[in-house]
């Protein structure tokens, strides 16, 4: 009963690779975001969608690119990944229009390291 | 622009001792919502928190309190009886009313219980 899960937990490549992570969610979201966290561990929003449209996008490379195929899943593609992309990506999502309190619930993360 | 300033990098607290971690915030907007949460070394990040700007009372959720001071622009939370289990990474976000979108996030507190 996980309610937001990311694939893969773990993911280790090569510079210059592509590489996708997935992420779902089970709660009946309507909102989901990428969040990069760096080494120092600051948490940055990248991007958020509202019912498979882009909300948010956060001066990110255009090498990274959401797609939302329904509004329960939202996968995160980088192309010709770099050193200072690694990082942890969390995926998060929220039940929109509840103002202010509405609370964002975060994936386990995934760990990218770029060798 | 908004900002969430934490100044403390690391905190260590005996077990069944109360904790305070701060957190300031920064905004011009007139309506916002602070929240807490917690990073244990598994990397998941937990919610645990959360205040309402107009919100009459501190907010409360079992052993976590908020100690909400407007005039300074502060929302410390408070840990009451740690436990060990309460070592882990604590985050303070924001969210402001001319931006419900996004959540801002401090730089964090690692905080450390010992028996």
């Known amino acids: 009963d996980t309610a937001v899960s990311q694939t893969p937990k773990y993911l280790v490549t090569q510079m210059g690779n592509d590489k996708s992570i997935k992420c779902e969610q089970n709660?009946?979201?309507?909102?989901m975001y990428w969040y990069k966290q760096d080494s120092k561990k600051f948490l940055k929003i990248m991007f958020s969608y509202n019912n498979k449209e882009l909300i948010i996008n956060e001066t990110v490379p255009n090498r990274f690119s959401p797609k939302s195929p329904d509004k329960a899943h939202l996968n995160l593609h980088i192309n010709s990944l770099e050193l200072g992309d690694s990082a942890v990506y969390f995926c998060a999502s929220s039940f929109p229009r509840q103002g202010l309190q509405e609370t964002q619930y975060f994936g386990p993360g995934t760990r990218l390291l770029v060798l | 622009a908004q900002k969430i300033t934490q100044t403390q990098p690391g905190m260590f607290v005996q077990e069944k001792e109360a904790v305070t971690l701060d957190c300031t915030y920064d905004?011009?907007?007139?309506?916002?919502?602070l929240f807490w949460y917690k990073q244990p070394s598994s990397g998941e990040m937990i919610f645990l928190i959360y205040q309402g700007s107009y919100d009459q009372q501190n907010a409360t959720e079992g052993r976590y309190s908020l100690n909400f001071q407007k005039a300074r622009k502060s929302a410390n939370l408070v840990i009451s009886a740690s436990q060990l289990g309460d070592s882990a990474m604590y985050f303070c976000a924001m969210r402001a009313v001319t931006n419900t979108d996004k959540l801002i996030f401090g730089t964090g507190t690692r905080l450390q219980v010992f028996p």
């Open positions: 905004t011009s907007d007139p309506s916002y919502g």
């Open positions: 709660l009946g979201h309507d909102t």
